[in-house]
């Protein structure tokens, strides 16, 4: 397969709109080269469905460039969720040889996104104003078949914010962006009585799901704590803690998806004075198979969702 420039302008776009503004993570920030073309030389997007989509490599395609993108987490009210990552790189693939793309969909509110994203947790009272955002899906490829033992690209989901609850004014922690090798960890509640306020989980790694947020225990009500990420998924956000009296403890935010998932953010605790505020889930980490060549990761930080391209 000779090298080349890009073939098809619409194709050049659609990258650059994956992959503008992103921050390199373990590489340089150029846009990396594509560099491959053949007599069989195109392009296919695959966007967010809900369910596993199929490819087979076309005749004599030996070599396929994939940009994937994952999905976002979400929030309930502020938008300070995280994002999903990005990867670029170029595998070894068979003529003929079947791909199974699942592209990881944006959490919404306190649902998880499709692959993996966790429910964020629940504010257990009565206003509804404390629940954490779910946290997004991963975006991954899988040849031989459709498990997690198939997986030979992933890019991982952001997490979801933490919720704010009632009674004070404050910000949910942040969810953590999906990563490269490491997803980011999720923050803390902002409010003047932080000592009531959940932690954020911690990204997923390439050998461990990122551990889940400790809930606060600040003199009344304990917040739970966010669940472990395990792999593939992000774990729950831990519920805010609740007096059950007509006002709620912000939740966690849900861990993104990912290689391994992040953890689920640490609920904020009811106090007789104040009400915690939930804290940020962990993004997902991404990988990529050791036999793939060119391999660039990317912090995320645009809202807008799953993808995966394929050139050849």
Known sequence: MKASAFGDRAFRYVVVAILAGCGAHGSNSALPSIGISDTHTGGRTFKYTGKVQTFQVPDDVTQIRVIARGANGSSQYDDHFGFG???????????KQKLYIFVGGNASEGTG????????GEDSCCLGSGGGGGGGGASDIRV???????????AGGGGGEG???GGQDGQGGHGGNGGGLRGENGGRGKASYSECNGKGGHGGTQTAGGDGGSGSDCDYTAGGSGANGTRGAGGAGGDGGSKGVGEDAGAGGGGGAGYYGGGGGGG???????????????????YVEPSATDVHFYKGRVAIGGLIVLHW
């Open 85 to 95: 990552a990005r990867v670029s790189a170029i595998i070894p693939v068979s003529p």
């Open 113 to 120: 996104g499709f692959n993996g994203g966790a429910n964020g």
């Open 144 to 154: 031989g078949g459709s498990s997690l033992d198939d997986r030979i690209l992933v």
């Open 163 to 165: 919720g704010q609850g």
């Open 268 to 286: 904020g605790a009811d106090s007789r004075s104040t009400f915690g505020i939930g804290a940020g889930g962990g993004g997902g980490s991404s």
